[in-house]
């Protein structure tokens, strides 16, 4: 694992936020019961069809659980054509290496198929069908770690979605993977939360590769209630070990690495010539936050990454992300500002910037980031989290700590990195809370993290460099501007619901409304001649943004 990966050790970067989980039986014995109503009697202690009993022994129900949990859990597959595809009958945390699961999977999955080898679907020989509700009680299981004790998951909250119709992240199905030999498609969840819920999660993931690659694309698909998908990689496979498998709460961040991070659905084009080196044994952490605004239905929550590649030795550069962290920023809980400063030092060399973006929690008021100078003097600054996309000298700042900007440079920025130039990171908050703060990763902490993509040569590549697509529209256009009333809303590229607020310059909403589509028309006419500030957002957080308009008389 390169150096450059690994400079942060045992921090996540955004809040933890708790599932809502009926208790009662443990989530095994709700799938011993699954198993009980529809795999008998053809895996029963007297006919054990392919060697397979599902019936177990014992005195209890929750003994003949367990015992049955022994027989599946990390065994492996009598099935010759599954034994030769690593599967095993029950993979903890990947369905889609359980070839128990895929034999029931009935179409739940679409992506999860049989093979002519694989014998048939179950239950089979005319047995009963299984319902959606079952199949994805045994999903959740193994995605939460297919342990032996506890409840991980609720029956309720699935059975609630699939009689009443709940929200899916992909209500049109699976997005479509990668074309055969230009690289293969993760799967993270399904997951599910209550109405008005929220919760991130983190996954371990071994990738398996053929061998050591490169990775020119990540297309990463999430739905609009996501708030953010970040991928991590672990430092060597004996840390990912040490990592329990399936969903999980705790990030257990000791030597890991960063890849990428967005925070809406992106296309990651990398510059043309450049990629990520990925080695043969390289396992990924994957990090998921979902809130569900629905105040009626349950959301059905999972996430996509497309991930295109190419022989080892193909790119001219390898392109790096890397996280730069102020683990010291005391914030008093006194209603003031505070801001710190620290110096990035690291690398010490030429690097040539792609993409930057800052991170705070709650308190965050502020993140930016300027060259430094010789006697740590800020120079230009090239980043500003309060502007659209990133970038520096909006007219109206607007600092949303949850949708900080990620910036892309349209062209490779070279920055000096010694003792005495370099970068400067800023952020600012206001403690209104209860209690002192400083760094940590949950809610109740803050944070002062700068994301960095950079190459470190650009010897065969070219200066100009696109900007990934899936950018979240970053234009607020308003004509004419000054106006005597009538203002035309333009947001390009936008066609969902927008909500829209009208604020004078004490900040009091003079007016609001909503409109769908990318333009719209109000008229402030009655309005005293002023300055005012009219601010656009979206129904799920992605577009926050404000501009400023001068009304005549």
């Given at each position: 694992?390169?150096?450059?990966?690994?400079?942060?050790?045992?921090?996540?970067?955004?809040?933890?936020?708790?599932?809502?989980?009926?208790?009662?039986?443990?989530s095994?014995?709700?799938?011993?019961?699954?198993?009980?109503?529809?795999?008998?009697?053809?895996?029963?202690?007297?006919?054990?069809?392919?060697?397979?009993?599902?019936?177990?022994?014992?005195?209890?129900?929750?003994?003949?659980?367990?015992?049955?949990?022994?027989?599946?859990?990390?065994?492996?597959?009598?099935?010759?054509?599954?034994?030769?595809?690593?599967?095993?009958?029950?993979?903890?945390?990947?369905?889609?290496?359980?070839?128990?699961?895929?034999?029931?999977?009935?179409?739940?999955?679409?992506?999860?198929?049989?093979?002519?080898?694989?014998?048939?679907?179950?239950?089979?020989?005319?047995?009963?069908?299984?319902?959606?509700?079952?199949?994805?009680?045994?999903?959740?299981?193994?995605?939460?770690?297919?342990?032996?004790?506890?409840?991980?998951?609720?029956?309720?909250?699935?059975d609630?979605?699939?009689?009443?119709?709940?929200?899916?992240?992909?209500?049109?199905?699976?997005?479509?993977?990668?074309?055969?030999?230009?690289?293969?498609?993760?799967?993270?969840?399904?997951?599910?939360?209550?109405?008005?819920?929220?919760?991130e999660?983190?996954?371990?993931?071994?990738?398996?590769?053929?061998?050591?690659?490169?990775?020119?694309?990540?297309?990463?698909?999430?739905?609009?209630?996501?708030?953010?998908?970040?991928?991590?990689?672990?430092?060597?496979?004996?840390?990912?070990?040490?990592?329990?498998?399936?969903?999980?709460?705790?990030?257990?961040?000791?030597?890991?690495?960063?890849?990428?991070?967005?925070?809406?659905?992106?296309?990651?084009?990398?510059?043309?010539?450049?990629?990520?080196?990925?080695?043969?044994?390289?396992?990924?952490?994957?990090?998921?936050?979902?809130?569900?605004?629905?105040?009626?239905?349950?959301?059905?929550?999972?996430?996509?990454?497309?991930?295109?590649?190419?022989?080892?030795?193909?790119?001219?550069?390898q392109?790096?992300?890397?996280?730069?962290?102020?683990?010291?920023?005391?914030?008093?809980?006194?209603?003031?500002?505070?801001?710190?400063?620290?110096?990035?030092?690291?690398?010490?060399?030429?690097?040539f910037?792609?993409?930057?973006?800052?991170?705070?929690?709650?308190?965050?008021?502020?993140?930016?980031?300027?060259?430094?100078?010789?006697?740590?003097?800020?120079?230009?600054?090239?980043?500003?989290?309060?502007?659209?996309?990133?970038?520096?000298?909006c007219?109206?700042?607007?600092?949303?700590?949850?949708?900080?900007?990620?910036?892309?440079?349209?062209?490779?920025?070279?920055?000096?990195?010694?003792?005495?130039?370099?970068?400067?990171?800023?952020?600012?908050?206001?403690?209104?809370?209860?209690?002192?703060?400083?760094?940590?990763?949950?809610?109740?902490?803050?944070?002062?993290?700068?994301?960095m993509?950079?190459?470190?040569?650009?010897?065969?590549?070219?200066?100009?460099?696109?900007?990934?697509?899936?950018?979240a529209?970053?234009?607020?256009?308003?004509?004419?501007?000054?106006?005597?009333?009538?203002?035309?809303?333009?947001?390009?590229?936008?066609?969902?619901w927008?909500?829209?607020?009208?604020?004078?310059?004490?900040?009091?909403?003079?007016?609001?409304?909503?409109?769908?589509?990318?333009?719209?028309?109000i008229?402030?006419?009655?309005?005293?001649?002023?300055?005012?500030?009219?601010?656009?957002?979206?129904?799920?957080?992605?577009?926050?943004?404000?501009?400023?308009i001068?009304?005549?008389?």
């Amino acid at each position: 694992m390169d150096p450059h990966y690994t400079l942060v050790r045992h921090i996540s970067l955004f809040l933890l936020c708790l599932p809502v989980v009926t208790m009662g039986q443990s989530s095994l014995v709700e799938v011993y019961q699954v198993l009980q109503q529809n795999c008998m009697p053809c895996h029963s202690n007297s006919q054990k069809e392919s060697g397979l009993d599902l019936e177990g022994a014992g005195a209890t129900e929750n003994l003949r659980a367990l015992n049955v949990y022994a027989k599946l859990v990390g065994k492996a597959p009598v099935t010759a054509s599954a034994l030769a595809r690593g599967e095993q009958l029950i993979y903890p945390g990947r369905p889609d290496k359980s070839f128990l699961f895929k034999k029931i999977n009935g179409g739940l999955d679409p992506l999860l198929t049989l093979t002519p080898s694989d014998g048939q679907a179950m239950p089979a020989y005319g047995g009963p069908v299984m319902s959606n509700n079952d199949r994805e009680v045994i999903r959740q299981w193994i995605q939460y770690g297919a342990k032996s004790g506890g409840t991980q998951f609720d029956r309720q909250l699935i059975d609630d979605f699939y009689a009443n119709g709940g929200l899916q992240s992909f209500p049109d199905g699976p997005p479509p993977a990668p074309a055969p030999g230009d690289g293969f498609q993760v799967h993270m969840g399904p997951f599910y939360l209550p109405k008005g819920g929220e919760v991130e999660y983190f996954q371990k993931y071994e990738l398996d590769l053929p061998d050591d690659l490169e990775v020119t694309r990540i297309e990463v698909l999430i739905g609009d209630d996501s708030h953010h998908f970040i991928i991590y990689d672990w430092d060597s496979p004996s840390d990912a070990a040490a990592v329990p498998a399936g969903l999980r709460l705790d990030p257990y961040h000791a030597g890991i690495g960063l890849v990428a991070a967005v925070q809406y659905a992106q296309d990651l084009v990398l510059p043309e010539g450049t990629a990520f080196h990925w080695e043969q044994d390289l396992v990924l952490d994957l990090n998921s936050h979902y809130i569900n605004y629905s105040g009626i239905l349950p959301l059905q929550a999972e996430a996509y990454l497309n991930i295109y590649t190419q022989p080892k030795g193909t790119a001219k550069q390898q392109m790096f992300s890397t996280l730069l962290v102020n683990p010291n920023i005391p914030i008093p809980n006194n209603n003031t500002l505070v801001t710190h400063t620290q110096s990035i030092i690291y690398p010490n060399a030429e690097v040539f910037l792609w993409g930057m973006m800052g991170h705070t929690h709650q308190y965050g008021k502020s993140y930016k980031v300027y060259k430094r100078l010789p006697g740590s003097q800020k120079g230009e600054i090239l980043y500003d989290g309060a502007c659209p996309n990133g970038v520096p000298g909006c007219p109206s700042p607007w600092f949303d700590y949850q949708h900080i900007p990620m910036r892309y440079f349209d062209e490779f920025l070279p920055v000096t990195i010694n003792s005495q130039n370099g970068l400067l990171h800023e952020a600012s908050w206001i403690n209104d809370g209860p209690t002192s703060v400083n760094f940590g990763p949950t809610s109740d902490d803050e944070m002062m993290v700068l994301i960095m993509m950079y190459v470190t040569d650009t010897t065969g590549l070219t200066t100009d460099v696109d900007i990934p697509n899936g950018v979240a529209p970053g234009i607020l256009k308003l004509s004419p501007n000054p106006t005597t009333g009538q203002v035309n809303i333009n947001v390009p590229g936008f066609e969902e619901w927008l909500t829209l607020k009208v604020y004078d310059v004490t900040g009091k909403v003079v007016f609001q409304t909503s409109f769908r589509g990318s333009t719209h028309s109000i008229d402030l006419s009655a309005y005293n001649s002023s300055m005012y500030f009219i601010r656009v957002q979206d129904l799920h957080g992605k577009v926050d943004l404000i501009e400023r308009i001068i009304l005549l008389d």
